[in-house]
């Protein structure tokens, strides 16, 4: 089992960057690929960056392509969202997840695919 806490969370400005953090306890970190997602008010959760269990990988919802950037650090069991150009669209609560079992080099963009979950951290861009 692992356990995830998000952080980096804030209110920004249109055009603005944030790094969300995503600590995981346990020592099998490596053994998991991870991924971000987002819940507006309103909205379903929807997919926004994965990244494979070596890091070699990654994979991205297509409205961030370009903006975000996910990373991993395994020695430091975190996962990182770099987000810049924040538009007010990308207002939500961003959750990181990790999906066991998977390929070393694979990725993973459903839901499904992910088994533990964090707390969420809210981000909010103004216009």
């Known amino acids: 089992q692992v356990q995830l806490v998000e952080s980096g969370g804030g209110l920004v400005q249109t055009g603005d960057s944030l790094r969300l953090s995503c600590a995981a306890s346990?020592?099998?970190?490596?053994?998991?690929?991870m991924g971000w997602f987002r819940q507006a008010p309103g909205k379903e959760r929807e997919f926004v960056a994965a990244i494979s269990r070596d890091g070699g990988s990654t994979n991205y919802a297509d409205s961030v392509k370009g903006r975000f950037t996910i990373s991993r650090d395994n020695a430091k069991n975190t996962v990182y969202l770099q987000m810049n150009s924040l538009k007010p669209e990308d207002t939500a609560v961003y959750y990181c997840?990790?999906?066991?079992?998977?390929?070393?080099?694979?990725?993973?963009?459903?839901?499904?695919?992910?088994?533990?979950w964090g707390q969420g951290t809210q981000v909010t861009v103004s216009s």
């Open positions: 346990g020592r099998t970190f490596s053994s998991y690929a």
């Open positions: 997840a990790a999906a066991p079992g998977l390929y070393y080099r694979s990725t993973a963009s459903r839901e499904g695919e992910y088994r533990y």
